[in-house]
Each structure stands twice: as C-alpha cells, then as structure tokens.
C-alpha cells in the first residue's frame, strides 16, 4: 500500500484533517529532534491548522515500537486522568 511519506507536509495535514472536530488531542509521539513526529506535527498544526493546534492539550513520548495498542491507549487514558485532576 501506498503511505504519505511523513516528510511531506501533506502526511501531516492529512492527520489534521482525521483530527475533524475532536475536542481535546493528545499526541503520543517517540523520537528526539527531527524524528519526533508529534513536534512536527504540532509544529505545522500550529502553522496550517490553527484550530487543531489549539485543542491539543498534551504531548506525550513513548517507546511505540515496545507498546501494543491497547498499552498505549492505557498510557494515555492515565495521563488524561492526571490531567483532568489538575484542571
């Protein structure tokens, strides 16, 4: 199958566009520098997208590859609860 390389710009606005009318956004990312796709994304979130960037209330890093899908929603459903507690 054919992916959007995540270089392009266009991979990122395509997110946003999946993104829709979500209320509050997490982004879980991993990586260091150039390599973190959540920074990239946000970066041109806050460019392109205005609207997105502002409802994402947290960024979170993580070692993707070592996690299933269900510990990663796990790690996000903990920090959202931390994070309903502070506001």
């Known amino acids: ?31 260091h520098g150039r390599s973190n796709m959540a920074q990239g994304f946000l970066a041109r979130a806050r460019e392109h997208h205005r609207p997105i960037a502002e409802r994402v209330i ?9 996690l299933t899908e269900p510990e990663v929603l796990d790690l996000a459903r903990t920090w959202y609860t931390a994070y309903c507690r502070r506001t």
């Open 1 to 31: 199958m054919h992916h959007l390389d995540p270089d392009d710009p266009k991979y990122f606005d395509a997110v946003a566009a999946e993104l829709g009318d979500a209320q509050r956004i997490l982004l879980v990312g991993h990586g």
């Open 58 to 66: 947290g960024e979170l890093s993580a070692d993707l590859a070592a």
